[in-house]
């Protein structure tokens, strides 16, 4: 099993910034991608942002693209998720996802936090 907690979530006014992180912890050698997706109220669940731990390559959903980054702490078992220009429809409960994920925005993730929560006020 591979364990994930969420941090970093809050209030901001839109054009701020946050950072979350994730903390992985268990079996994460058998992780070779993570992700970030969010939730709004009332909305499916949408892809945000992925990583892969060897090598690093990225994905981002187009919404986020050029404003948020992803990066990943391999020693530290940590990934973040740095927002900036962050606008009010970026408001929503946050999900840390890991997993073997062939397609990084498709997954699969089987692993997933407790979520942090977003809210932009503008």
């Known amino acids: 099993q591979v364990q994930l907690v969420e941090s970093g979530g809050g209030l901001v006014q839109a054009g701020g910034s946050l950072r979350l992180s994730c903390a992985t912890s268990?079996?994460?050698?058998?992780?070779?991608?993570m992700g970030w997706f969010r939730q709004a109220p009332g909305k499916e669940r949408e892809f945000v942002a992925a990583i892969r731990w060897s090598g690093g390559s990225t994905d981002y959903a187009d919404s986020v693209k050029g404003r948020f980054t992803i990066s990943r702490d391999g020693a530290q078992n940590m990934v973040y998720l740095q927002m900036n220009s962050l606008k009010p429809q970026d408001t929503a409960a946050y999900y840390c996802?890991?997993?073997?994920?062939?397609?990084?925005?498709?997954?699969?993730?089987?692993?997933w936090g407790q979520g942090t929560q977003v809210t932009v006020s503008s």
């Open positions: 268990g079996r994460t050698y058998s992780i070779s991608a």
């Open positions: 996802a890991a997993g073997q994920a062939r397609q990084l925005r498709l997954g699969p993730y089987p692993y």
